[in-house]
T-cell receptor, first 114, second 115 residues
Framework: ETGVTQSPTHLIKTRGQQVTLRCSSQ?????VSWYQQALGQGPQFIFQ???????GRGNFPPRFSGLQFPNYSSELNVNALELDDSALYLC?????????????FGEGSRLTVL | AQTVTQSQPEMSVQEAETVTLSCTYD???????LFWYKQPPSRQMILVIR??????QNATENRFSVNFQKAAKSFSLKISDSQLGDTAMYFC????????????FGAGTILRVKS
């Protein structure tokens, strides 16, 4: 069984740039969620995709957008990067849209915005 | 909106001893789930234990158990026979029953197990 993988693991961008983060869900999982974890804080829900459609969004501006592909992998795109976007971005997969909350996380993509 | 509070930023415990991590939450919902997730250094976050709010019985998973006090909105994690591999950041999390997979996390507690 293949776990959740994320790429890249680390990246550095400058303010105003755009970034794309990628996630491959665990085999058999059709739901992907993205979380932002700032340093010293708990993860915050960005949005969730179920069968290629957005299924819920947290309190993040529209410059945070995403996609889910037919193979259930996903991308997180952030435009017009700001310094506060520096964080660990976690992808989590699960089976089904309304399960009992067990998420399978990747190791994350650490984004630094200078 | 739901909030989750972990009042202990850091804890330490000697190997083989017992430690309890605290968590309180605020919600007006009646049906929800509570979780403890573990995030080891530079490794994936994994689920430790889950509690359904409608169940009065406290959940247990091997050395891990919870004390769920619904009226007090308290959800503490007890780790018995602590092991070096338990060293990690521990997050308490809340999920409304109809909001699959959308977890609200606390700020976390760093647990260090000392030999």
């Amino acid at each position: 069984e293949t776990g959740v993988t994320q790429s890249p693991t680390h990246l550095i961008k400058t303010r105003g740039q755009q970034v794309t983060l990628r996630c491959s869900s665990q085999s058999g999982h059709n739901t992907v969620s993205w979380y932002q974890q700032a340093l010293g804080q708990g993860p915050q829900f960005i949005f969730q995709y179920y069968r290629e459609e957005e299924n819920g969004r947290g309190n993040f501006p529209p410059r945070f957008s995403g996609l889910q592909f037919p193979n259930y992998s996903s991308e997180l795109n952030v435009n017009a990067l700001e310094l506060d976007d520096s964080a660990l971005y976690l992808c989590a997969s699960s089976l089904g849209r309304q399960n009992t909350g067990e998420l399978f996380f990747g190791e994350g993509s650490r984004l630094t915005v200078l | 909106a739901q909030t989750v509070t972990q009042s202990q930023p850091e804890m330490s415990v000697q190997e083989a001893e017992t430690v309890t991590l605290s968590c309180t939450y605020d919600t007006s919902e009646n049906n929800y789930y509570l979780f403890w997730y573990k995030q080891p250094p530079s490794r994936q976050m994994i689920l430790v234990i889950r509690q359904e709010a409608y169940k009065q019985q406290n959940a247990t998973e091997n050395r891990f158990s919870v004390n769920f006090q619904k009226a007090a909105k308290s959800f503490s994690l007890k780790i018995s026979d602590s092991q070096l591999g338990d060293t990690a950041m521990y997050f308490c999390a809340f999920m409304k029953q109809e909001y699959g997979n959308k977890l609200v996390f606390g700020a976390g507690t760093i647990l260090r197990v000392k030999s």
